[in-house]
T-cell receptor, first 113, second 112 residues
Framework: EADIYQTPRYLVIGTGKKITLECSQT?????MYWYQQDPGMELHLIHY???????EKGDLSSESTVSRIRTEHFPLTLESARPSHTSQYLC????????????FGSGTQLSVL | QQQVKQSPQSLIVQKGGISIINCAYE??????FPWYQQFPGKGPALLIA?????SEKKEGRFTISFNKSAKQFSLHIMDSQPGDSATYFC???????????FGTGTRLQVFP
């Protein structure tokens, strides 16, 4: 079983607040990803990283930002949360040489009021 | 722009029956086609994957059928069980890029 952890599991917050969603993995994977999953279930890549100090935007435009200061840690930040940010956020990691075999965390369900 | 189209959106199957989920892709550069299974409150987990050099791959009760000329692939769950009730996602990628493009998901319910 993959060791990738996301906190918090659920977050309800008011508009305008700054939030950080945490993601950590203990597998030493270089590649990490953030996906947004909408109520219709579809998964969209919003950020990815291939290693320390490497971050890229994904296919879906997002107002969030990410950082990768340590291999094991890939937090996602929203500077000013809005109701349109309400969604499930899933973090994933992959090892080099495994192609697109991703290991996902359990997700953070964010609700912005 | 939906690069991977998945159907049906939902599926109800009786225990012991066969569940079939279909996907179609557009980009001929894709050469890696995984299926992920997601239970409520959990992240997706890799179930089975196929590369286009074979037309079928079987792991236990789960089989992927792949039709390269039609650009289609499907997941077959034989002898479906209530424990198989979950959301299933097909996906596609070029193997050396690892950026998965997911289908829209199929919510499977297996009734006893």
């Amino acid at each position: 079983e993959a060791d990738i952890y996301q906190t918090p599991r659920y977050l309800v917050i008011g508009t305008g607040k700054k939030i950080t969603l945490e993601c950590s993995q203990t597998m030493g994977h270089d590649k990490m990803y953030w996906y947004q999953q909408d109520p219709g279930m579809e998964l969209h890549l919003i950020h990815y990283s291939y290693g320390v100090n490497s971050t890229e935007k994904g296919d879906l435009s997002s107002e969030s930002t990410v950082s990768r200061i340590r291999t094991e840690h890939f937090p996602l930040t929203l500077e000013s949360a809005r109701p349109s940010h309400t969604s499930q956020y899933l973090c994933a990691s992959a090892s080099p040489g495994q192609g697109a075999k991703l290991f996902f965390g359990s997700g953070t369900q964010l609700s912005v009021l | 722009q939906q690069q991977v189209k998945q159907s049906p959106q939902s599926l109800i199957v009786q225990k012991g029956g066969i569940s079939i989920i279909n996907c179609a892709y557009e980009n001929t550069a894709f050469d890696y086609f995984p299926w992920y299974q997601q239970f409520p409150g959990k992240g997706p987990a890799l179930l089975i994957a196929i590369r286009p050099d074979v037309s079928e791959k079987k792991e236990g009760r789960f089989t992927i059928s792949f039709n390269k000329s039609a650009k289609q692939f499907s997941l077959h769950i034989m002898d479906s069980q209530p424990g198989d009730s979950a959301t299933y996602f097909c996906a596609a990628a070029t193997y050396n890029t690892d950026k998965l493009i997911f289908g829209t998901g199929t919510r499977l319910q297996v009734f006893p």
